[in-house]
């Protein structure tokens, strides 16, 4: 069964082959580490082996070579994958609790510790009475 799962399409022309002028390739390369593989979800798409991250690449460096900016590329693969695909997110509903979450939980963690010390103070000074 999951030999039937494998891809059967050869790998974009792109997918592994470097852009012949260097400084493209690196415009390219600088662009790819900051999106998100979609099925490893921990690499970005210039370390993932998956094929839908060689596609992605193939399709980062097509458009590098046409000459498009990298930041028209982002915003077409973050149109077409959404704000997931990107490490850096935009703040907005969707990811309000990316942004905000770990000062919400620093001013939580803040109240408990605070509320417990308090109290041990409370229960020094009725031992003390």
């Given at each position: 069964?999951?030999?039937?799962?494998?891809?059967?399409?050869?790998?974009?022309?792109y997918a592994y082959e470097q852009l012949r002028d260097p400084a493209?390739?690196?415009?390219?390369?600088?662009?790819?580490?900051?999106?998100?593989?979609?099925?490893?979800?921990?690499?970005?798409?210039?370390?993932?082996?998956?094929?839908?991250?060689?596609?992605?690449?193939?399709?980062?460096?097509?458009?590098?070579?046409?000459?498009?900016?990298?930041?028209?590329?982002?915003?077409?693969?973050?149109?077409?994958?959404?704000?997931?695909?990107?490490?850096?997110?935009?703040?907005d509903a969707a990811t309000a609790f990316l942004w905000l979450g770990?000062?919400?939980?620093?001013?939580l963690g803040g109240w408990l510790a605070f509320g417990r010390f308090?109290?041990?103070?409370?229960?020094?000074?009725?031992?003390?009475?």
């Amino acid at each position: 069964m999951p030999a039937t799962a494998q891809d059967r399409l050869p790998p974009a022309p792109y997918a592994y082959e470097q852009l012949r002028d260097p400084a493209k390739e690196a415009r390219a390369k600088a662009l790819m580490d900051e999106l998100r593989c979609l099925v490893c979800q921990g690499q970005s798409i210039a370390d993932s082996d998956a094929p839908l991250a060689g596609d992605m690449r193939h399709e980062v460096r097509s458009k590098i070579a046409a000459g498009e900016s990298p930041e028209a590329i982002k915003k077409w693969l973050v149109a077409r994958y959404g704000n997931w695909v990107s490490y850096d997110p935009p703040f907005d509903a969707a990811t309000a609790f990316l942004w905000l979450g770990p000062f919400l939980f620093l001013l939580l963690g803040g109240w408990l510790a605070f509320g417990r010390f308090r109290r041990g103070e409370d229960d020094a000074a009725e031992g003390e009475a």
